[in-house]
Structures are given as C-alpha cells and as structure tokens.
C-alpha cells in the first residue's frame, strides 16, 4: 500500500488549495481513504474520510461547508479541495487508509496505512 500526499502550499486566508493522493499496490474498491491534519504542539485530528467504491463521505465539523474530498477512479487519486482557509487550518496534512469499505472511523489508529505529509500553510 503507498499512499503519495502533495499540493500543500502556502495560501492566504481566504483562498483555496487542492491537495492530491496518488495511491497504489491496493485493490482500492474495498478501501476507505482519508485525510488527517496535524499542528505543531497538537494531535494528529481528522479532516475527512470517503469510502473508496460507495463514495460515503465524512467531514470533521470544523470543515464541513469548507472543504470537498473526491476521488478520480481513472487516476487512482484522492484529492481534498479546500476552500475559505483560516489559519487555524495551517497543518501537515496526511492522507490514509484502511480496509473496509463502510465504516470511515475518526480515530487515527484505525488507519493503519499513511502517506507522508504535506505542508499547508495559511497566513497574509
């Protein structure tokens, strides 16, 4: 299973960022895939979860309305479009996965496959 995070960045308050998890050597359709966030001095939390072949979708409440996980099933990737950024949303971001493909859990140690990190940054 490797899981390949990227398109972090830089971005104002306000603005908008897609991040992307190219994903492989897993049989995807029986696989729920996530993104998670974590802040200097804070836990690794949940941002959203989508269940690879259903398509359930699950978003943490302080990004509901403000971020779009999707997956593209040509392309095998996970993307998490993030708009209307705070700085409270500054973070390494992390995609992962587990087997399974009804339940999209909010505890991290239930993930046991991770991406590396990508950096979002979001300051004027």
């Known amino acids: 299973v490797q899981l390949q995070a990227s398109g972090g960045g830089l971005v104002q308050p306000g603005g908008s960022l897609r991040l992307s998890c190219a994903t492989s050597g897993f049989p995807l359709d029986y696989y729920a895939i996530g993104w998670f966030r974590q802040a200097p001095g804070k836990e690794r939390e949940f941002v959203s979860a989508?269940?690879?072949?259903?398509?359930?979708?699950r978003y943490a409440d302080s990004v509901k309305g403000r971020f779009i996980i999707s997956r593209d099933y040509i392309k095998d990737t996970l993307y998490l479009q993030m708009n209307s950024l705070k700085p409270e949303d500054t973070a390494v971001y992390y995609c992962?996965?587990?087997?399974?493909?009804?339940?999209?859990?909010?505890?991290?140690?239930?993930?046991?496959?991770w991406g590396q990190g990508t950096q979002v940054t979001v300051s004027s």
């Open positions: 992962a996965s587990r087997q399974g493909s009804t339940r999209l859990p909010l505890d991290s140690d239930d993930y046991p496959y």
């Open positions: 989508i269940t690879w072949r259903g398509g359930s979708t």
